[in-house]
């Protein structure tokens, strides 16, 4: 008998012991988690702010301040600034259709034209140099035929544009996509009910309901344009004044100026900010009026 209680006691006690044994490991491992959740959290931020933080810890302000007016800075930032802006309301013109018509309309070979619009994010820029090069250059299939005319494009500025144009319009495609099949069809349904034609509806319904999510999309194709490096320098070469955009000329100053190369470098990465800042307030807004 007295055993029985003995192993009836040890056993009634069992359950309260296991219920230790697996609260406590449990408290252990979520705490060892969120440490080592925290811990990449930090090494991660550490990895992309120390690069940041290093440019402008070695380019003091008044070294800084002096490289501002130098004849290549100069150059470079006047040309960036006048060919992306450029590029930037070519690809708005010509990608805003293509967005509409990619959201709304279903058509034979519409993935085949999706992933056509995609190809530039992911082709290397050097092969995306060498393609244009290949079709508008001097000896090209279609350069050919306008160089015979005299009309030249390749190491021209209009080569920069066409090379940011073919990196950057998927960038404001994509986006303007995703705005244009974020928009309810009703508001497009009572249009065309009250007698609007689909231009006006286009004009004076999607658009105005898309506007956020086009503007983000043309900010980042804006960025994505003034950081161009590998097309620009295989297709429109690296001529100051003419074809040397800030990447490229961060690229040639290196070999001589380093002051001059960070500060293009400070200032593409003040841009970069901005426009970080400018897409996630716009996101941001879009969300919002969604949820109300």
């Not at 069992?14 to 490991?25: F, N, Y």
């Not at 050919?144 to 073919?166: E, S």
């Amino acid at each position: 008998m007295a055993l029985n209680q003995v192993e009836l006691g040890h056993t009634n006690e069992l359950p309260g012991q296991d219920r230790e044994a697996i609260v406590i490991p449990s408290r252990t491992k979520e705490m060892a988690l969120k440490a080592g959740l925290g811990l990449t959290l930090i090494l991660a931020m550490t990895f992309i702010a120390l690069p940041v933080v290093s440019l402008f810890v070695k380019s003091p302000l008044d070294a800084t301040l002096r490289s501002l007016y130098d004849p290549v800075v100069m150059d470079a930032l006047k040309l960036s600034l006048m060919t992306s802006t450029l590029t930037t309301l070519t690809v708005v013109l010509m990608g805003t259709p293509i967005a509409y018509v990619n959201a709304r309309f279903h058509y034979f070979g519409r993935d085949i034209a999706d992933s056509l619009i995609d190809l530039p994010v992911i082709m290397p820029p050097a092969v995306a140099g060498i393609a244009l090069l290949m079709a508008f250059g001097r000896m090209g299939i279609l350069g050919h035929y306008l160089n015979a005319f005299g009309f030249g494009i390749a190491f021209t500025t209009l080569a920069v544009i066409i090379a940011q144009v073919f990196v950057s319009s998927p960038f404001y495609i994509r986006q303007a996509k995703t705005s244009f099949e974020d928009v309810d069809t009703a508001f497009e349904d009572a249009a065309r009910t009250l007698g609007a034609s689909r231009v006006y509806t286009f004009f004076h319904v999607i658009l105005p309901i898309a506007s956020n999510g086009l503007i983000s999309g043309a900010i980042m194709a804006f960025a994505r344009s003034l950081g161009e490096f590998g097309a620009t320098i295989m297709f429109a070469g690296n001529f100051q004044g003419r074809t040397q955009t800030m990447p490229l000329a961060i690229y040639t100053a290196m070999q001589g100026d380093l002051n001059v190369s960070l500060c293009l470098a400070i200032i593409l990465v003040i841009i970069s900010f901005v426009v970080i800042a400018l897409v996630k307030m716009l996101t941001r807004r879009v969300y919002k009026n969604v949820r109300d």
